[in-house]
């Protein structure tokens, strides 16, 4: 971005990279704010706890087994210029159950930007919504002037998680249990990795992709599930893009070139913009899971943008996909935005968005495209029983919007099969996050387990773990496990069952021996 470190910056840096910054005492230099995302049920946490014996409402389920993590943006800096909540510190919030016991985790994810900015004791980089020359170091993914502060998505993949960052970065390492920081993962490319790798749980591997502002403009890649790179190619655009998430069959992966990116005319100014071209069509770009760019086949289908998509399967020479159709990708701003905030509270509010439940349907012998849309409600954030990736799935969980907000007041249980519905409300002043699908220890059916959330209750300043049985939603949660602090609000979340777990660390010892 045509900035080179100087002075204290270059030097923090080099501290970070050489792993001299330390973890303690945790230099905090962020105070109060009327920040509508640094206050509220946004206020940042900086504490990390360890809690073993905490308070149950209710009684933990003795059959489950496994981690459920959440990533959350936790700034610790005061920001330079204007801040967006994407730009906060990573923090993962992991709960481990086993035999009716839960223990709880939670850490910041120590990327090579946190080092340094905790080594200055200051912001050293601009964020979202500032020109990256105000930033005093080069930046990291896509964008090219951000801090890569991995605080996206999370999976677990090979017995440990991945945390990831959304315009790409370095993708970090720490075990489910402890969240002991295990550093960034090897196979990762020079343009970095985005956010919403697939984990095929049917086959252990990781299948992920990246964007850029240079040709190719995307890579496509897999990893095994002994976590080394099988397959990395590129795969040509007609541009710089925006992607933010990929979808999968037990064959193919399905890529996607949204007619929502970057304003090419500003993006030589260092200024970008998103732009929304309602004249052009939607692109999605089907290969075969270990093909290359000539393997491609892309299918148009109508304008939109998509955040996330829920499943993809296979059935006769079609792939039908799943996902969340964004019916104004580009909004006029709300009429509760606050003054000052009105751009990124317009861009947050997915009332405004408004994403629709959506099926995409790609016939792989005519090239044509079937659209059908699946719920007219406000909905995202959806997830699955994990064990049905990539495979025809019978039930999805989608989370309920707050009106104005980036918040998440309930969930909705789809029967994909029916069409019927039900819908959990978390309460008053109540709001959760993206959920987990837990199976039940000797499932025998899809829906067989618990949903697993984080709500933080604003009326009585906590936050809980709340357990549902998915089969009995109405009867209510089945336990409350009362966190030892406040969660901050944030974005993804996923669960992985203690058996793999345990199976592929057994294995990676095993190699190792």
């Known amino acids: 971005m045509g900035l080179e470190p100087t002075g204290a910056a270059r030097d923090a840096l080099e501290a ?22 640094m206050s509220g049920a946004w206020t940042p946490q900086r504490e990390e706890h360890d809690a073993d014996n905490m308070p149950v409402i209710g009684t933990i389920p003795t059959d489950i087994d496994g981690v459920y993590v959440r990533n959350t943006e936790n700034p610790v800096h005061e920001p330079i210029g204007r801040y967006h909540p994407f ?10 159950f086993r035999d009716g016991k839960a223990s709880y985790r939670n850490r910041f994810v120590r990327t090579r930007g946190f080092e340094a900015e905790q080594k ?8 979202l919504a500032e020109h990256p020359s105000r930033s005093e170091l080069p930046g990291w993914g896509a964008h090219g002037g951000l801090k890569d502060s991995s605080s996206t998505d999370v999976v677990i993949h090979a017995g440990a998680i991945l945390s990831t960052f959304y315009q790409c970065g370095e993708g970090y390492r720490l075990d489910p249990y402890t969240l002991e920081q295990l550093g960034t993962e090897t196979w990762c490319p020079p343009q970095g990795i985005s956010a919403h790798p697939k984990v095929d749980e049917r086959t252990g ?24 790179l099988k397959h990395l ?13 990929m979808a999968f069959t037990a064959n193919y992966s399905i890529l996607n070139d949204f007619p929502m990116f970057w304003d090419e005319a500003l993006l030589p100014k260092g200024i970008h913009a998103s732009r929304f071209h309602p004249e052009m069509k939607s692109r999605f770009g089907i290969l075969p899971r270990f093909g290359t760019d000539a393997d491609v086949m892309w299918f148009e289908a109508e304008p939109t943008y998509v955040l996330h998509f829920l499943n993809a399967w296979e059935e006769g020479d079609e792939i039908i996909m799943d996902g969340y159709f964004q019916e104004d990708p580009t909004p006029e701003v709300g009429p509760d935005a606050w003054p000052g905030y009105e751009r990124i509270m317009t861009y947050l509010d997915q009332h405004l968005l408004r994403p629709k439940l959506h099926r995409w349907r790609f016939n792989l012998k005519t090239g044509e495209t079937i659209e059908q849309r699946l719920d007219d409600r406000i909905l995202e954030f959806g997830i699955i029983n994990n064990q049905y990736g990539g495979v025809k799935y019978r039930y999805a969980y989608s ?17 994909m099969q029916t069409g019927e519905s039900e819908t ?10 993206e959920p987990g699908f837990a199976p039940r220890v000797g499932a025998t059916a899809e829906d067989d387990g618990y949903l697993i959330t984080y709500v933080t209750d604003m009326i ?32 993804h979340a996923t669960w992985a069952q203690g058996a793999s777990i345990r199976a592929a660390r057994t294995a990676t010892t095993e190699a190792a021996a």
């Open 16 to 37: 970070a990279e050489a792993g001299t910054a330390g973890r303690a005492p945790l230099r905090i230099t962020l105070g109060e704010s009327g920040h509508p995302y």
């Open 87 to 96: 730009d906060g510190d990573g923090m993962l919030h992991a709960i481990s």
């Open 120 to 127: 200055a004791g200051r912001a050293l980089w601009a964020g």
């Open 205 to 228: 591997e990781l299948l992920f992709f990246n964007y850029s502002k240079t040709a190719p403009y995307m890579h496509y890649g897999v990893v095994g599930a002994d976590n080394q």
């Open 233 to 245: 190619t590129p795969i040509t655009l007609p541009g710089a893009r925006l992607p933010h998430d």
């Open 399 to 415: 989370a309920v919007s707050k009106p104005g907000w980036f918040l998440f007041t309930g969930l909705v249980k789809h029967d």
């Open 424 to 433: 959990i409300d978390f309460g008053p002043e109540r709001y959760g996050s």
């Open 460 to 491: 009585e300043n906590r936050s809980e773990c709340v357990i549902y049985d998915a089969q009995r939603l109405a009867d209510g949660p089945v336990a409350r496990i009362l966190l030892p602090g406040r969660i901050s609000s944030g974005t």
